[in-house]
């Protein structure tokens, strides 16, 4: 038998587990390659207190000098932040990460891995990967993630620049179950509308969690996605982010850029384009985002 | 550890299973949403009777009022045959069915799901899911269910709105065995030509149940598929049946009919074109299948 | 609980793995489908002595009359080389191979299961299946099998009729970690260069089984790709490979060759256009694969 790879806990997240209190996984990358220093860094706390608010402890996930790590010291976060040598690490990069010793900002598959191994169940981040718009083939690691472990994920959606329908279609493929909180319609990150409706609405965070507890008891081994609209108050017009959307597409298409470089290319335009409003809005769903899985975490302990 | 969900059994089922006798689980989509009242509920007994001929014990499985079940009461067959409050559960769907207490018919990876948290290890059923006629990447959770449980599941082929060599292709890439009775052609659901040649041919329910066996003890961690040809009597014109097919597709294009409305749609106008023979073969096939499934299970257990 | 099959190993294999000594699974299609008499029994004795070479025991994997095996006698290595009635099995065919009785070669996804269910931890082979030029839906059970069974597979690329681009991009898909043995591109199997950069490079056999125990121990639950490159003074010359595989492809097209027929089809036509030189490549790079699993396989036991 394989003896798992522990992971680096800070007290307070070892004894919240310990003690069978509410714990909430926070991804990384949103700190190393999301946004620009020193707002990422800023941004990183106020999620970590939004966590907090709602009588959750926040487990900020990433991988230090080749050490899986949940719960990171300020100084940690502070390197994650500025340090331009940080990587992006998917699931399937963790073991070269700990072999070389590197540090990583952990995206939604390799977040679901670590929050796996330290025994927690409720993880909160922006928006996952799904199906690429154009090439139906190039689908992100984070579905096959989600079919596999069983970790819930609390997001605004999928990652405006993905296709939509593509992503949920390929959820129910995987038999990944998915909820909508308070709303009908999938929503579309920056907005709260996607045109779809898709996954099974709830308006109470302790309804997710009874549906969580019981999708792992028949034995699904699958994750479980929820998606939480963007408030209308912070929503950005979705006729305008839409055409931004496709412009920085077309854009990228134009400029050669592709694979991993895409993500950052199409924020900074978007960014730049609506003058910041798309960074606002962003951070403003992630906050969201966390309260919903503080409650949801909540409600599962209790 | 989680605490896996007790499925309530009926006596028969519950006995049979300690006795280690021959048990055949049966779906229930067929009752609450594949066929009009009463004949669904006549269709459902005479299925359960073509197990027991095999003397095997028969498990209808269903969701009642958020309870799953193995193995139904008459009045419990008559309430997902008669009420349209009966709704159609995938296997992602059950712990949602669970906590909001919904009744529901269970589709072939919902089926497969409850079959194996109850310890029944071969089912019935008329067609699979697969992939879609027109949209390879809508790919139906029946494929993923079979990749990832073990349970053997006995059809007459996939469901004849589907792209059978796609479906084929699919259970290749993901590692389910197919073996074909009878046969070297895989069947069409109304009719045993498919013009695809695909699976191993076996001739005996024993050897079936011997393949069956070998698969578990490879470690494959799949189910498998036993493909059952519609007997010649009751089998369709090929060339009628197909241009049907395709001229209900046409119309359900043309009226804008998507989504879990499709199948349906399409059910209804099969039926009323060929003045009732879609659906007399449908429930000879399934009665076909539901035999083959009893030998099988008797194989396995003897 | 299912009992496993048991393999039936040599006494060098049964006493390596009980003693905790280096093992290197070798596949048997190479032999069986891959070249011809007596070519293949030579170069498959070849393959051993290149695994020994480094201080490995090799371990040929094929099913012997419906038993699976770990390690040939000579006189089974001759059958498997000459006689025609020998199958081609993947991973989903081994319970029907085990039930008939058969005598077959094992293709990567069969090796990887048997050399799973035996202990064995590492596999060298020629390339692998994956996506199909053409067909993107069309994709092999070696990549499915890579995506949930815990061997580290080191071959000379993808092969080479298939598409390697996509390829790559359903193994990030599927979450299968990708390493290259010092180089940067990702290897064309008759060639180093692919024009595609993937995966992580090293340059030390005991780095990659490093990567490869910390891969587990985060739970992935994966395989692993070791891209090995074949060595220059053996490799072909990259645009007339390229164009003679797009003529054969043309030509299998024409003559209406598919299915399980194209693979010989296509080289059979690429060592008759080469006079030989594919098949002198295909032989170096299997060695050069052989001995580098052979230096993986000594460091991961170290
Ligand atoms: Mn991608
Ligand atoms: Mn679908
Ligand atoms: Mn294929």
Redesign the pocket.
Known sequence: MTQMTDVSMSDEVATALAQGRAVVALESTIISHGMPWPRNADVAMQVEQAVRDQGAVPATIAVIEGQLCAGLTPDQVERLAKDTGVVKAASRDLGACIVKGLTAGTTVSATMRIAALAGIGVFATGGI?GV?RGDGM????DLTELACTDVLVVCAGVKSILDIPRTIEALETLRVPVAVYGADEFPAFYTAQSGVTAGERFDDARDIAAVWAANRAVGLGTGMLVANPIPAEHALDAREIGATIDAALAAADAQGVS?KDVTPFLLGRLNAVTEGKALGANIELVLNNARLAGRIAVAAVG
């Open positions: 990967g690429h190039d689908v992100s690691a694979g």
